[in-house]
Each structure stands twice: as C-alpha cells, then as structure tokens.
C-alpha cells in the first residue's frame, strides 16, 4: 500500500483496496520558498500565542447512490477539519486548511469511484433490481488529538464495505507543525539514534500485539522513514497507523497501535513531551 498516499480510496474489486485519498495532498504543499513573507512584520508587537481551535463548521462532502427504483444502494459521508485562521499564525493554518480542502476533493473522486463500482458488481441486474443487495457505505470523520500553539495532531478514521459486506477500517494520522504549516515527520518527534528508535518502536508494536491479541506478522516492521507521517500525537500517546502486510477476509484493515509516551521518554525530543511533576513525585 503506496505511503500515506491515497488510503482511503477503496476499489470494490476483490477486497476494496485503499487507493487514494490519504495523504496525497501531503506532496502538493508548496515548497518551503513559497511560504507567505513575513519579513514586514519584524517591527510588530509580539502577540501571546494562543492554542490553535476548531471551527464550528466542518468541511463535509455526503452522497447517495440510489437503483433506478430508487432504493438506496450506497452511501458516503466525509468530514474534515477546519482551524481558526486567527492570531499571528493565520497565514500557516490557512496553509493547513488548505491541505484539508484539497483532501475533500479528492474524497468527492473517491466516493464517484466507489459508486461505479457499487453499480459494477450488479452487472446487468442494476436496471431492474428493487432492492440494494447491501447499502454499501463509507463513513470518514476525524478526532482532534492535541490542538495547541505548537502543533496540530488529528486521526482520521475511514470505515467503508467490502464487496464482501465485511466492515473494513483504515487509520489515518495528520500532526502539523503550526509555525511552518507543515506536517511533522515522526523522525522529528525523537533525539536518539535511530537503530535505537526503531527497535524500540517496534518492540512496543510488539508488546500491543500481545495485549491485543493480533499475530505481529500481520503489521509491517516500523522504520521512521515507512511511518514518516503515518501517526498522530495525544496527550499522552503516540498513535501509529499501520497497514497490513496482507489482505485477508476476516481482517480488520489496519490497525491502530497505542504507545504510551512515557514507554518512549527516554528517546523523545524535549519539546514533545514531558511527564507531569506529580509522576516524578
């Protein structure tokens, strides 16, 4: 499966493979020399940073497909975020938003191609069936998981049907960095070596395999080159979103994999995370 690009695009031959709709606007921002020039603001007051919030609108896209008879036969709904573009770092979180708004288009491409290849597997019974064989579905929605003056964090979640009417899911992690508007790299996230990195990550990939009961040859080994932009950061809590080394019919279709921070203090830059005082107590 292509690295955070077209994830959630699905094609609904055999399983419904992940396509595109992701990350594929992650190599459409503009370039580092196309950032917006802030040099006249040299002289400006310093203003208080403010933590980044949430528009009380979403961006959302949400389709039907219907049979001639008119029974519904699919559905699809997306939602993506959209920040305040408020305060000294507006032109960054526009940049942001921008990204988001660029995903939504592609989604609206994915969901067209999801519904002609619903009609696909009617053949042609489509024109005279009464009733849906299944409402095929696809349901993408987001969580905010840190939302601060620092750093955006969000995992997507993208549910849909298979052609076997099994539920299938597909993670998807997004942390931006606010003061450059671009996404942070998980290489970034860490100041050890990186062997060291590595075979800690996946030791702990290993050990929620165990508490999760899920067979560790189902996940990829995690590099940070592979898992570049493949996680988002809580709290507390790395998350990594990993896809499987296999398709079979009974699998879930990813797999979100839980890291407690303080499992990784050792190795985190310090701007990251720090555990709190009454834990060193």
């Given amino acids: 499966m ?36 802030t040099s006249n603001q ?31 036969a699919a559905t699809y709904r997306a939602e993506l975020p959209q920040l305040a573009e408020s305060g000294s770092k507006a032109p960054t979180i526009k940049k942001i938003n921008q990204y988001y708004e660029s995903e939504l288009a592609t989604l609206k491409e994915d969901c067209d191609s999801y519904f002609s290849q619903v009609q696909a597997s009617y053949g042609e019974s489509w024109q005279t069936a009464q009733q849906a064989t299944a409402i095929y579905h696809v349901e993408y929605t987001y969580e905010p998981l840190e939302l601060t003056d620092q750093r955006v964090s969000l995992l997507r979640t993208y549910r849909y049907q298979d052609i076997n009417q099994q539920e299938k899911v597909i993670y998807i992690g997004d942390t931006f960095d606010v003061g450059t508007g671009w996404p942070v790299k998980l290489e970034e996230l860490f100041q050890g070596e990186q062997s060291e990195v590595e075979q800690t990550l996946n030791e702990l990939v290993e050990s929620w395999c165990e508490t999760n009961q899920v067979e560790r040859s189902w996940l990829p080994q995690v590099t940070l080159e592979q898992q570049e932009n493949d996680f ?3 709290e507390n809590t790395l998350y ?42």
């Fill in 2 to 37: 292509p690295k955070k690009m077209t994830r959630a695009a699905l094609a609904l031959a055999g399983l419904l493979v992940v396509s595109c709709a992701g990350g594929c606007s992650v190599a459409r921002f503009r370039q580092q020399d196309e950032l917006p020039d």
């Fill in 42 to 72: 040299v002289n400006q007051q310093p203003q208080e940073s403010q933590p980044v919030t949430l528009e009380q609108e979403d961006l959302v896209y949400e389709k039907q497909l219907t049979l001639p008879s008119g029974a519904v």
């Fill in 232 to 234: 988002a950061l809580g």
């Fill in 240 to 281: 990594l979103c990993l896809a499987e080394t296999g398709v079979r019919t009974d699998s879930p279709g990813s797999y979100l994999v839980e890291i407690p921070l303080e499992e990784l203090q050792d190795l985190l830059a310090q701007d990251i995370w720090q555990p709190d005082e009454e834990d060193n107590g």
